[in-house]
């Protein structure tokens, strides 16, 4: 339920697939912070709704817009997958265009590309078989009421089970090149004291606002509109990326380290190391700092 000044506000549904679509084409940016490249792609003999770029993961987002009840998604899905490793080349030409410069196929994280499905309504069939902690496929649920007001919601993955540990797609090739990574594979890093460093940051970073977790590649970035900090873990220290700008962060104890024209793996200009407890205190200031720039 939605209220607006103690109003409920009634549900009026998206009349189709594809007034769903053009609504998320034209803000997808703002929604999920992707690269809006082309609508209807033919590759082959497929057609996709959307084509999108994750600059962050560096990688492809194929979205796909369902207004009915299906129970293929995940088939779909790994299909998807499976033609956009086999035409690679088709792909990239693509993005080519899009940025108006030549992109090589090798500059694309291909480990990282996803598909996700946007829908009023998963069935607890769609909803069970998109659970698996590393299947590389996303659900959005979408609702749109009166006033235009829209809320989207993405439906966590609260399974422990790997996808490889089931039939479903134990021989796809998928499964060898695209990786989904997660929290516990970056914390595997980490000795004990500094897990515990880590999981008292997130929970004191988590109760500032209403703050996502989205594990990449090299880091966990914890989000708002925008990345307000990615978290690295190493053997011996925990980074922690700040996502300001150079010359915007006040920092009165001076200290994170400049990382303004450096190559680093998180966002911002900024990055304080972790390797207590203690430290926690000093950092918080500067993270709400970014949460005042990067929140939803």
Known sequence: ???????????????????????????????????????EVTVGNFRLDTLAFDEESNSFMIIEYKNIKNHSLVDQGYTYLKLLLERKADFTLKYSHFLGKTVDIKDIDWSQSRIIFVSPVFTSYQLNAADFKNIPIDLIKVARYDEDIVEIVKIPKSSNVRVEEIDIANDNEVNKEIVVYTEDEHLNKLSENLKSVY???KDRVLKLDDIDID???????????????????????????????FGTLVDPLNITN???NVGHHGNGDYCVELTSIDQIDSIMPLIRQSLENNKK
């Open 215 to 245: 594990v990449k590649k090299c880091y966990i970035a914890f989000k708002g509109a925008k990345n307000i900090i990615d978290v690295e873990c190493k053997q011996k220290k925990i980074i922690v990326f700040i996502n300001m700008k």
């Open 199 to 201: 999981y008292e940051l």
């Open 1 to 39: 339920m939605l209220l607006k000044s103690n109003r409920e506000l009634k549900q009026k549904d998206f009349k189709n697939e594809k007034e769903l679509q053009t609504y998320f084409e034209a803000n997808l940016e703002k929604i999920l912070g992707l690269k809006f490249i082309e609508s």
């Open 258 to 260: 400049n990382l303004f």
